[in-house]
């Protein structure tokens, strides 16, 4: 239980990574992961030989309070009803149905995520990009990332939070692009610090 889902995934970045590096000879240098997605890169990051030589690690919308959701308050009726739940999304621009049961959700809340704080490279620079209109992950659970991440003497760690953002940043992709390509750009020339991004430039108001 717990890390079930979350070890099956990792594995499957494994699968991925390997078979870049034997079939173009590529090694992943910067990986970028979205909500579940970037906790399973941050695991993967944490326990691959080839996760700790990957020099940039994007985080965005992730969870750390996985207890801490609504799941039960808006799944509830399906899942005392049908014992399930049909969630309805769109991923990559199409309409998705997923049947999600009790079971998934409680194996879900029971991963640990306090790995960050001992496991993960210590030489991997970090950003969090985080909405502040996230309805589905809490925008202070990118603070906490921060701390974790933060005043390492071999990495640094950069938050950036997007106004009137949702949980998938629409309406708001190209400020998340422009984010990432501008922090990477400031990461190779060697000027990344710890802290907040555009720090000591004046927004447009």
Avoid: C
């Avoid at 870049?20 to 906790?39: F, Q």
């Avoid at 700790?52 to 799941?71: E, P």
């Avoid at 079971?103 to 030489?123: G, H, I, L, M, Y």
Wanted: without cysteine; charged residues 25%.
């Amino acid at each position: 239980m717990g890390d079930k889902g979350f070890v099956n995934d990792v594995e499957d970045i494994n699968a991925v990574v390997l078979y870049l590096k034997t079939r173009y000879g590529y090694r992943v240098d910067l990986a970028i992961g979205h909500s579940r997605g970037s906790i399973v890169g941050m695991r993967w990051l944490a326990t691959a030989p080839e996760g700790q030589d990957v020099s940039g690690y994007v985080n965005v919308s992730a969870r750390y309070r996985m207890k801490l959701h609504t799941y039960h308050d808006r799944w509830g009726e399906g899942f005392e009803k049908d014992g399930f739940f049909l969630w309805k999304e769109r991923v990559a621009g199409k309409q998705v149905i997923r049947r999600v049961t009790p079971e998934q959700v409680r194996d879900s809340e029971e991963a640990d995520t306090s790995f960050v704080w001992t496991k993960f490279p210590p030489k991997t620079d970090v950003l969090t990009i985080h909405g502040l209109d996230d309805m589905m992950v809490q925008p202070f659970d990118a603070m906490i990332y921060a701390r974790a991440f933060s005043n390492r003497t071999t990495a640094t760690h950069t938050l950036h939070y997007v106004e009137k953002a949702d949980h998938n940043f629409i309406g708001h992709f190209d400020e998340v692009v422009d984010t990432i390509l501008g922090w990477w750009d400031q990461k190779i020339t060697g000027k990344i610090k710890d802290g907040v991004w555009l720090a000591g430039v004046k927004p447009k108001l």
